[in-house]
Structures are given as C-alpha cells and as structure tokens.
C-alpha cells in the first residue's frame, strides 16, 4: 500500500541515526512495530490483578520432563 506522509525530516534523521536502519522505510516501518507492541504490553499490564489464578495449577509439574 503506497502511502504519502508529511514526516518531520528532523525527527525522521534522529530515527535513523539511532536505529541504525539504512532506509526511512524500514525505520518507518520499525517505529510503527516498536508502537503497536508497546501497547499491546500495556493492555497486559491493565490485566495485572484482574484475572483469577488458577488454584489448579502446579508449576512443579510443569518443569519435569
């Protein structure tokens, strides 16, 4: 999908310098993971103390082999 964006040349050259990618695209493309990922972790984190443990659960038997 060929998309056209007004990006801050500044803040695009800070990018790269500091992600060492070759081009805007694929510095582009890794800011935009790096974003989604991130907040995908924070939905994680909203979860902590809402779910239930599981009183079943035996850790012990999961490390035998």
Not at 9 to 26: F, H, M, P, R, Y
Not at 29 to 38: D, K, Q, S
Request: net charge neutral; hydrophobic share 35%.
């Amino acid at each position: 999908m060929a998309t056209n964006l007004a990006i801050d040349d500044k803040l695009l050259k800070e990018a790269l310098l500091i992600s060492g990618l070759k081009t805007k695209k694929d510095t582009v493309n890794y800011a935009l993971r790096e974003f989604v990922n991130r907040h995908k972790q924070l939905e994680i984190i909203d979860l902590f103390g809402k779910l239930d443990p599981d009183t079943d659960y035996d850790y012990k038997q999961a490390r035998e082999r």
